[in-house]
């Protein structure tokens, strides 16, 4: 167990709808870090938020959104949902923003129909 | 854009024997990461290298970076079965923030 808590574990829905997946960094650690895994695209980095900031961006969508709350915990809001989303979406932490071990959360595995 | 290549991508060994996995990238980064995976499980870090020459070993897995070959290897001593997952190397994206871009994973499997 890494001490990353994501909900929900399964999330299916239908194309077009909204749904927001959440972490919870290990305790003490600053940087969220949000990864899509899929078979056609493999482990893709999406974004990355230390304290509360916007730190990095990586192959996010438009349709794609995400922040961290004062209490670092994190949301990533994903709308216009296509058949193509359906991943499994990791949720990392780290103490810091750079050069630090990257915990990984257990991933919520979402399908759309 | 940051590139990371894995090789071999599937492989297949007895137990006992020894093998390497390589993971190149394309461009300069001191930051390398190696991670297990197991079937529906997440990822487990093994490994973070953040200098060239830098090696560290956890049990029968070693993991050497060379910076300037742009190359770091994960080496398997006298494999045994309870190994078997999928192994990816990561580079952090740079620029002080620490996105990682992964390869595409070596699946191994280790047969008695």
């Known amino acids: 167990d890494s001490g990353v808590t994501q909900t929900p574990k399964h999330l299916i829905t239908a194309t077009g709808q909204r749904v927001t997946l959440r972490c919870s960094p290990r305790?003490?650690?600053?940087?969220v870090y949000w990864y899509q895994q899929s078979l056609d695209q493999g482990l893709q980095f999406l974004i990355q938020y230390y304290n509360g900031e916007e730190r990095a961006k990586g192959n996010i969508l438009e349709r794609f959104s995400a922040q961290q709350f004062p209490d670092l915990h994190s949301e990533l809001n994903l709308s216009s949902l296509e058949l193509g989303d359906s991943a499994l979406y990791f949720c990392?932490?780290?103490?810091?923003?750079?050069?630090?071990?990257?915990?990984f959360g257990p991933g919520t595995r979402l399908t759309v129909t | 854009e940051l590139k990371v290549e894995q090789n071999p991508l599937f492989l297949s060994m007895q137990e006992g024997k020894n093998y390497t996995i390589y993971c190149n990238y394309s461009?300069?980064?001191?930051?390398l990461y190696w991670y297990r995976q197991d079937p529906g499980k997440s990822l487990e870090s093994l490994f973070v290298?953040?200098?060239?020459?830098a090696v560290k070993q956890e049990g029968r897995l070693m993991a050497s970076l060379d910076t300037k070959a742009r190359l770091s290897t994960l080496h398997i001593t006298a494999a045994v079965h309870d190994l078997s997952a999928t192994y990816f190397c990561a580079v952090a994206t740079g620029g002080g923030a620490d996105g990682l871009t992964f390869g595409k994973g070596t699946h191994l499997i280790i047969q008695p």
């Open positions: 305790s003490g650690d600053l940087s």
């Open positions: 290298l953040l200098s060239n020459g």
């Open positions: 990392a932490s780290s103490v810091g923003d750079g050069g630090y071990e990257q915990y």
């Open positions: 461009t300069t980064s001191d930051r």
